[in-house]
């Protein structure tokens, strides 16, 4: 069974930055792109990013640009999520999600990680 | 970007009903749609794709139907493990992917 682990996340002031961390496991995590979606409190799911298999393609949500960077390390299984320059907008439980091989919606997610951004 | 619109926002179902749930799209999808169930405190969980292929483990009472810019969510013989909200998801247009906002299946 595909499994997705999240690490990372907090609470930050307006301005700082965290990184976010998934590690996927029982599937081969360097065959397939990778997202990240966030929901902000009491809201809907919103797509953040996402990256290719190999990483070297990358997009972003226009809200998030510029400001966030996905990466990943096949070596490792892991997706990374590098947020800087955090404000209170981006408040929100953020997953990790894996696409099919060959279709655009997300079969696995991870647990969620709450972000907070306050002051 | 491709606008995702669901109805109704809130659905009350007596157990053993169906439910009938609708995702429109601004633009044409083709068959390019999913549907996520997320009960709270959950991730997501993927429903049906390609609008109307049912994911591994997901009970027969789950059919989806559509194509181009109307879509159908039907649990028939609805169970209360069925409450949730449920979110459509369109992945023709990219990026960015988008959702709808979501229907809240209430058990009455």
């Known amino acids: 069974e595909v499994r997705l682990l999240q690490s990372g996340g907090g609470w930050v002031q307006p301005g700082g930055s965290l990184r976010l961390s998934c590690v996927g496991s029982d599937f081969t995590f360097s065959s397939y792109a990778m997202s990240w979606v966030r929901q902000a409190p009491g809201k809907g799911l919103e797509w953040v990013s996402d990256i290719a298999s190999a990483g070297f393609t990358t997009h972003y949500a226009a809200s998030v640009k510029d400001r966030f960077t996905i990466s990943r390390d096949n070596s490792q299984n892991t997706l990374y999520l590098q947020m800087d320059n955090l404000q209170a907008g981006d408040t929100a439980i953020y997953f990790c999600?894996?696409?099919?091989?060959?279709?655009?919606?997300?079969?696995?997610w991870g647990q969620g990680t709450l972000v907070t951004v306050s002051s | 970007e491709i606008v995702m619109t669901q109805s109704p926002a809130t659905l009350s179902v007596s157990p053993g009903e169906s439910a009938t749930l609708s995702c429109r799209a601004s633009q044409s999808l083709g068959a390019d749609l999913a549907w996520y169930q997320q009960k709270p405190g959950q991730a997501p969980r993927l429903v049906i794709y390609?609008?109307?292929s049912r994911a591994t483990g997901i009970p027969a009472r789950f059919s989806g139907s559509g194509s181009g810019t109307d879509f159908t969510l039907t649990i028939s013989s609805l169970q209360s493990d069925d409450l949730g909200v449920y979110y459509c998801q369109q992945y023709r247009g990219w990026p960015p992917w988008t959702f709808g906002q979501g229907t809240k299946v209430e058990i009455k």
């Open positions: 999600a894996k696409p099919g091989l060959t279709s655009w919606s997300f079969d696995s």
């Open positions: 390609d609008a109307s």
